[in-house]
């Protein structure tokens, strides 16, 4: 069967219709990769941020724990410090000390006086 002119005229047009359809998917398409692109550059972007983040987070733990460490031991040491009695040898140092500075002021002080 021959197909009529106005046969054809339709089909042209419902043909027409179709390809512009599909041009206009076809747009939608190429926006939705460049969606896509650019969620996946976005996500790239996320996980290295958040790479960072967790090895700054690793860092600043461990110099946290040194240094809890550090002021542990420090005060340990001033403890032990001023906790720890005084030796015979301070003793005596500190009781010759004081006698030389008695005796250094009794010396100004009659040195001072006038001379009878």
């Given amino acids: 069967m021959s197909e009529t002119a106005a046969q054809a005229y339709a089909r042209g047009i419902e043909a027409g219709k179709i390809a512009i359809r599909l041009d206009h998917h076809d747009e939608a398409i190429a926006a939705t990769n460049r969606v896509l692109d650019r969620t996946v550059e976005i996500s790239q972007t996320n996980a290295s941020i958040?790479?960072?983040?967790?090895?700054?987070?690793?860092?600043?733990?461990?110099?946290?724990?040194?240094?809890?460490?550090?002021?542990?031991?420090?005060?340990?040491?001033?403890?032990?410090?001023?906790?720890?009695?005084?030796?015979?040898?301070?003793?005596?140092?500190?009781?010759?000390?004081?006698?030389?500075?008695?005796?250094g002021i009794l010396w100004a002080i009659l040195s001072s006086l006038p001379n009878l």
């Fill in 50 to 103: 958040v790479q960072t983040l967790s090895e700054a987070r690793v860092t600043d733990a461990a110099t946290r724990i040194a240094l809890a460490d550090a002021v542990s031991e420090a005060r340990d040491a001033s403890e032990a410090q001023a906790s720890k009695a005084w030796s015979p040898a301070a003793r005596l140092i500190a009781a010759l000390g004081a006698g030389v500075g008695v005796l």
